[in-house]
């Protein structure tokens, strides 16, 4: 199908676009990398009557550890991330999801800040963004604010991010000591949605107790899902076998995923369960070496 008319802009300045927003009202949508807006307007689920392209506004694209965090553009591409050496080097969750997502044609221009910002719970990167207890930088005409990972998803394709505000920055602490992460998502075709999908962090003391971690699940929940009991389990213990196994199990029946196309909802039970276990003994792996 072809999408309704709209108009378009492509300001050159964070000024120029939230004047453009502040001037079109709820008519208007930011168009960053595509690959989630444009298949919706092209399917008549969503009808802009205004796009404000941000492709053309300088600054918007890096990843660099400063002041204890990774801070990541809104504007950074996947390919970016899969190709740079400080996420090669120190955050592999990041290289596991993004060669995951989609495929080569759609990684070159899909952004990591349109990732987050389309509020979708079948995305990779939300259940990235929770493991990694991350902080989104969202900014307006009157200055910027943060917001924590846990309270940015308010619903189906609901976001903190409000009106006349643009998504700019995602903050993740710095990764230190023996720290380690992984991500892995079941799909029925490459480049297809997860049928579950399990982000793993887990940050390791020098006796060998974990003193942090952080599972997020994919596709499995409403919205992007913490597995917070999964959480607690492990943290403080030595991370045994019977410590991650109760962790998967508790992952499992914590979620709350629906029957589909992709399976029924003791099948992807099933595969959170595996999922998480594979998961936390790579995160674990990584953190140790």
């Known amino acids: 199908m072809i999408a309704e008319n709209f108009n378009y ?20 949508k930011i168009l960053a990398g595509g690959h989630s807006l444009i ?12 796009l ?10 890096y990843i660099k550890e400063e002041d204890g ?24 969750i990041f290289g596991d999801a993004t060669k995951l997502i989609a495929d080569p044609q759609v990684r070159n221009f899909g952004t990591i800040g349109g990732n987050i910002a389309h509020g979708d719970a079948a995305n990779d990167h939300p259940a990235v963004m929770i493991a990694l207890d991350a902080t989104v930088v969202i900014s307006g005409q009157d200055g910027q604010r943060e917001v924590s990972i846990n309270d940015f998803f308010y619903g189906f394709y609901t976001t903190a991010v409000q ?33 579950a999908g399990v982000a793993a962090v887990v940050q390791i003391d020098g006796n060998g107790v974990c003193t942090k971690a952080g599972i997020g699940l994919t596709n499995v929940n409403p919205l992007p899902m913490r597995a917070e009991r999964s959480e607690a389990v492990l943290v403080g213990s030595k991370l045994t076998e019977e410590d991650i196994a109760l962790a998967a199990k508790y992952a499992a029946e914590d979620c709350n995923p629906s029957d589909d196309l992709r399976g029924d909802e003791d099948y992807k039970r099933h595969l959170v369960k595996v999922i998480t276990k594979r998961m936390l003994n790579q995160a674990i792996a990584r953190a140790k070496k």
């Open 69 to 92: 965090y990774l801070k990541i553009g809104a504007m950074t591409r996947e390919a970016d991330l899969e190709e740079s050496d400080l996420i090669k080097a120190k955050y592999h």
């Open 52 to 61: 404000i392209d941000i492709n053309n506004i300088p600054g918007l694209a």
């Open 9 to 28: 802009d492509s300001p050159s300045t964070l000024a120029e676009a939230f004047q453009l927003l502040h001037d079109y009202g709820d008519d208007a």
């Open 39 to 50: 298949p919706m307007m092209k399917l008549r689920f969503a009808a802009p009557t205004h």
């Open 163 to 195: 009106h006349g505000e643009i998504l700019t920055e995602i903050k993740i602490p710095a990764a230190t000591g023996h720290f380690g992460s992984a991500y892995y998502k079941a799909e029925r075709k490459v480049g297809d949605y997860a049928t």
